[in-house]
């Protein structure tokens, strides 16, 4: 009788699974489970902050000001979805510092050209080629330095960075005109002189980024470039003729 409980206890025993079954079930449930998220890319806070702006700065280059959203750069950055609204509050913070990031860089560009100009010609056409270089080079950035109505102009770095800008206008004109010009009070004759350069230059590279000027350039001898249709339009002497 024990003889028989013996054999039955010991068919009831589990058998124990083999090493090599085990191995194969653990690579079963990992081949199940699903695949780990992409790690976000570790910042400390300020060079989190530079880093969404430069991610920014790419989607909109690349995708435009349609595809810019709080979304696409957080995950162009590598981060959580959450990180650009802590930093910037809405699309529109994003928008006004990236956009005051824009005017920074276009003031340095501008500063630059003039810095390297040696004869008075080239200083006086430095600034306005330099105006149009960067608009073919960052045409996204461009755009949105203009976009008014999409823009918080109460944020400081954009307002200092937009009136940095318009300071080296003033100052580039009134060296032009060789006089002092205040920027918080004009003339009529210096604020006409401001608003005249600048039309002239922003008006040539909207229709520049937007192909206008094409047709023009087709007409011209050729080889001409837009460049050098710039310095002809710049270098012109301003003759009117009014009626009597």
């Known amino acids: 009788m024990a003889k028989s409980d013996t054999k ?7 058998r124990t699974p083999s090493k090599t079954s085990s191995a194969a079930s653990a690579q079963a449930r990992s081949a199940r489970r699903p695949a780990v998220a992409k790690t976000e890319t570790p910042y400390h806070h300020g060079a989190l902050r530079e880093a969404l702006l430069q991610a920014a700065e790419r989607v909109l280059e690349r995708d435009g000001l349609s595809g810019l959203t709080l979304r696409a ?3 162009e950055a590598g981060v959580s979805h959450a990180a650009p609204t802590h930093h910037f509050g809405d699309l529109t913070g994003l928008l006004s510092e990236l956009a005051a990031v824009g005017f920074r ?28 270089a960067y608009a073919q080079a960052h045409p996204g950035m461009y755009g949105i330095m203009f976009r008014t109505e999409r823009l918080d102009y109460s944020r400081p770095s954009l307002h200092e ?24 009070s004009l003339t009529l004759n210096q604020g006409a002189a401001i608003a005249r350069a600048w039309s002239m230059v922003h008006g040539f590279t909207m229709l520049l980024l937007d192909g206008r000027l094409e047709d023009i350039l087709g007409r011209l001898p050729e080889g001409t470039t837009a460049e050098q249709l710039l310095e002809a339009m710049l270098t012109a002497p301003i003759t009117a003729k009014l009626p009597a």
């Open 73 to 75: 750069v957080a995950r």
């Open 161 to 184: 960075a937009a009136e940095a800008s318009f300071a080296g206008l003033a100052n580039a004109i009134g060296m032009m005109r060789q006089e002092q010009i205040s920027e918080d």
């Open 8 to 14: 039955s206890e010991t068919a009831r025993k589990p």
């Open 105 to 132: 860089q276009f003031n340095a560009a501008m500063a630059s050209s003039c810095d390297a100009a040696t004869t008075p010609l080239e200083r006086a056409l430095a600034r306005p080629k330099a105006y149009v």
